[in-house]
């Protein structure tokens, strides 16, 4: 066992250096600037060793006593060669990785294991070249590892007096070396960041120790103050009211940020709404904003409704676009709600909104909805219908491995509009064919080479949003109908900086009945686009939304998840908060899309710590609820928007077990 131990430790050590160097040498464009190689193999080596020291332990502590007989040999030696599996399996992943999402494997390694069918085909139909080269390696390390970690010869017997000190020494060395450090909190992934590349501070990690931090992590749901700091309550809540314009009383003070909306359109009846969200469309790709020119048909449309052409994303995951889109929820460093189990029932989203005014609303999906726990989620919080593939009338006629053509979910989308009459309804229609393996029907671009890339699969999501239109603009239920397209995150979001900022641009059109047609440059972000429909189709309604209603005011701010770092962008200054150390503050050119840094302003540190604090307390105390019926309706219709409501407590039905939780 003794031996074995040695063996694993140093093959192991070996195999994490040789592939951070390798990795540092790919990367060296982003390494260099950094700080250079020594940070990544000096905090490399504290994470390598702490890891080993936490997967050795039970075997060293035990060789003393058992090391001489043959069955604990045996397990050891089968407890090594599966560590040694999964540490070559992850350090192989990672290229392709870092590709795809700019960071080490972490969380999405193992969110993505729900759905087999989906990733599979992914990468059977987008990277047989990489999968076969990966499991290649992975066999002949494989292979050695099982022949170099062997079940014989055992160790020698110890002498019995030795055995209690030998392993009170290991007990202690090995308690340091895991520990890896003599300061108050032992090593972790802040401890060996160096740089402000988000991405070159994954590399002194080894992956599987991401994904098992990631794990953890999982299992728990994070808490913004546990990540960031605390604020006291009381000025928490007064920084954010005060932000998102709230004046006067709260209506009730069990939920701080329930208040009434008035709509500036009076339409003689409200008017229909659909939600259109394009998958990884950032701005990158549109023309209009300044990206490639590869969008002529949304660049057409964006000339005929309201272009707000400097929206961000508050995240870098589907599931975080929805959550904004959908609740006009902030962002936390935990998961996205539709994902978290106290937000799958009673949780406030536009859809339970609108159904206390009577809509019928709807969720379309070119894939299966259970993917990122969408069905759920939508079902258990005011959606009527889930229409997700299978359950699609109009037969798709092409199928990719994520799911129906845009094409094909706006066929379907058409189709049970024109079937709506005169009931008002809110759809969300979800697109898929912007995601990789870069699949679409043949013969609808002009595709250039080679033919399974973003450019070309960004080419054929604009040419379904114009057929889509051109198509809506003919049909009864335009007239009657505000229109909303939206990216619901930027495609590879990666840069040398804490939080990238220009991969947070997004394009977000509002089009159809009573828009108007304007070009605005003003900062705004996905939480704003919520009240802002609300407005637009005549809906004066109490909700818990913190965005702005854009036809009343501007609150010229965005904010930004990006894995654990949390951007607050308030004009052209961007505070970055990061787990367990002191914000950063940054100029942000959004001409030449860089960030230089600044003195911290410490009024904006503490906006920017409100607001990233203030969704994880309204989520744990289950205070971002649905008001009741009765309430929507006693808003009066000719309050304008400046009227002082009335303190009127609302009564929301809640568990008496949720008190509020400490920040």
């Known amino acids: 066992m003794r031996r074995l131990s040695w063996r694993f430790f140093a093959a192991t050590m070996v195999l994490l250096t040789l592939s951070r160097l390798g990795l540092s040498v790919w990367l060296w464009s982003r390494v260099q600037p950094a700080g250079g190689l020594w940070p990544i193999l000096f905090?490399?080596?504290?994470?390598?060793?702490?890891?080993?020291?936490?997967?050795?332990?039970?075997?060293?502590?035990?060789?003393?006593?058992?090391?001489?007989?043959?069955?604990?040999?045996?397990?050891?030696?089968?407890?090594?060669?599966?560590?040694?599996?999964?540490?070559?399996?992850?350090?192989?992943?990672?290229?392709?990785?870092?590709?795809?999402?700019?960071?080490?494997?972490?969380?999405?390694?193992?969110?993505?294991?729900?759905?087999?069918?989906?990733?599979?085909?992914?990468?059977?139909?987008?990277?047989?070249?990489?999968?076969?080269?990966?499991?290649?390696?992975?066999?002949?390390?494989?292979w050695w590892g099982f022949r170099w970690l062997r079940t014989q010869p055992v160790d020698a017997r110890m002498k019995l007096w030795w055995r209690p000190v030998v392993t009170a020494v290991a007990f202690a060395v090995l308690l340091l070396v895991a520990r890896?450090?003599?300061?108050?909190?032992?090593?972790?992934?802040?401890?060996?960041?160096?740089?402000?590349?988000?991405?070159?501070?994954?590399?002194?990690?080894?992956?599987?120790?991401?994904?098992?931090?990631?794990?953890?992590?999982?299992?728990?749901?994070?808490?913004?103050?546990?990540?960031?700091?605390?604020?006291?309550?009381?000025?928490?809540?007064?920084?954010?009211?005060?932000?998102?314009?709230?004046?006067?009383?709260?209506?009730?003070?069990?939920?701080p940020s329930m208040h009434r909306q008035q709509a500036s359109a009076k339409p003689a009846k409200p008017l229909n709404l659909v939600i259109i969200m394009e998958e990884s469309l950032g701005a990158q790709f549109i023309g209009t904003l300044g990206g490639q020119q590869l969008s002529p048909q949304f660049d057409a449309l964006s000339k005929q409704g309201w272009l707000l052409a400097r929206t961000y994303a508050t995240g870098t995951r589907s599931v975080r676009g929805l959550e904004a889109v959908n609740t006009g929820f902030l962002p936390t460093p935990a998961e996205a709600v539709l994902k978290l189990p106290r937000s799958q029932r009673g949780f406030f989203t536009i859809a339970g909104l609108l159904g206390e005014f009577g809509y019928h609303s709807r969720f379309?999906?070119?894939?299966?909805?259970?993917?990122?726990?969408?069905?759920?989620?939508?079902?258990?919080?005011?959606?009527?219908?889930?229409?997700?593939?299978?359950?699609?009338?109009?037969?798709?006629?092409?199928?990719?491995?994520?799911?129906?053509?845009?094409?094909?979910?706006?066929?379907?989308?058409?189709?049970?509009?024109?079937?709506?009459?005169?009931?008002?309804?809110?759809?969300?229609?979800?697109?898929?064919?912007?995601?990789?393996?870069?699949?679409?029907?043949?013969?609808?671009?002009?595709?250039?080479?080679?033919?399974?890339?973003?450019?070309?699969?960004?080419?054929?999501?604009?040419?379904?949003?114009?057929?889509?239109?051109?198509?809506?603009?003919?049909?009864?239920?335009?007239?009657?109908?505000?229109?909303?397209?939206?990216?619901?995150?930027?495609?590879?979001?990666?840069?040398a900086s804490l939080v990238p900022v220009r991969h947070f641009h997004i394009p977000a059109?509002?089009?159809?009945?009573?828009?108007p047609v304007q070009r605005d440059e003003h900062i705004v972000s996905?939480?704003?686009?919520?009240?802002?429909?609300?407005?637009?189709?005549?809906?004066?309604?109490?909700?818990?939304?913190?965005?702005?209603?854009?036809?009343?005011?501007y609150p010229d701010r965005a904010i930004m998840q990006y894995g654990d770092n949390y951007g607050y962008l308030k004009y052209d200054q961007l505070v970055v908060l990061q787990p367990h150390q002191g914000a950063k503050q940054f100029h942000y050119d959004v001409g030449a899309e860089?960030?230089?840094?600044?003195?911290?302003?410490?009024?904006?540190?503490?906006?920017?710590?409100?607001?990233?604090?203030?969704?994880?307390?309204?989520?744990?105390?289950?205070?971002?609820?649905?008001p009741p019926t009765s309430e929507q309706h006693a808003v009066p219709a000719s309050a304008g928007s400046a009227a002082k409501p009335a303190v009127v407590p609302i009564k929301v039905n809640t568990p008496d077990c949720c008190v509020t939780r400490q920040l």
């Not at 990468?123 to 992975?138: D, I, M, P, T």
């Not at 972790?188 to 953890?216: E, K």
Request: charged share 15%; hydrophobic share 45%.
């Open 43 to 142: 905090g490399g080596w504290r994470i390598d060793l702490s890891f080993l020291a936490m997967v050795c332990a039970f075997p060293i502590l035990l060789s003393p006593w058992l090391g001489h007989l043959a069955w604990p040999t045996r397990i050891t030696a089968w407890w090594y060669r599966v560590w040694w599996l999964l540490f070559v399996l992850l350090e192989v992943s990672t290229p392709q990785f870092i590709l795809e999402y700019d960071t080490r494997p972490n969380r999405l390694y193992i969110e993505y294991l729900n759905s087999p069918h989906e990733v599979s085909a992914m990468l059977w139909h987008g990277y047989k070249g990489v999968l076969f080269c990966g499991l290649v390696v992975l066999g002949l390390l494989g």
């Open 180 to 255: 890896g450090t003599l300061e108050h909190r032992p090593l972790n992934a802040s401890m060996v960041a160096f740089s402000d590349d988000s991405m070159v501070n994954t590399l002194p990690l080894n992956s599987l120790y991401n994904v098992a931090n990631a794990i953890r992590g999982m299992s728990n749901e994070r808490s913004a103050a546990a990540v960031y700091g605390k604020m006291p309550e009381p000025e928490m809540q007064h920084i954010v009211r005060e932000a998102a314009g709230f004046s006067g009383p709260m209506l009730d003070p069990k939920y």
């Open 364 to 495: 379309i999906y070119g894939g299966e909805a259970h993917f990122d726990n969408m069905k759920s989620f939508f079902l258990g919080n005011g959606f009527d219908e889930v229409i997700d593939q299978p359950k699609f009338e109009i037969k798709p006629g092409f199928t990719g491995s994520w799911g129906a053509s845009d094409e094909d979910m706006f066929n379907e989308l058409h189709h049970r509009l024109m079937q709506d009459g005169d009931k008002p309804n809110f759809t969300l229609a979800f697109s898929v064919s912007n995601h990789t393996p870069w699949e679409y029907p043949a013969g609808r671009i002009k595709a250039t080479e080679p033919a399974a890339s973003v450019q070309n699969t960004v080419r054929y999501a604009d040419w379904a949003i114009g057929q889509f239109f051109e198509r809506a603009k003919k049909s009864p239920y335009w007239d009657h109908t505000v229109f909303l397209i939206v990216a619901d995150h930027d495609a590879r979001v990666f840069g």
């Open 509 to 515: 059109l509002i089009l159809g009945a009573g828009v």
């Open 526 to 553: 996905q939480i704003d686009l919520a009240p802002t429909l609300l407005s637009l189709i005549g809906i004066s309604s109490v909700h818990p939304m913190l965005g702005a209603d854009l036809t009343r005011r």
């Open 594 to 626: 860089t960030l230089t840094p600044v003195p911290l302003d410490p009024t904006l540190d503490k906006l920017a710590l409100a607001h990233a604090l203030w969704p994880s307390w309204a989520y744990f105390n289950q205070r971002y609820v649905l």
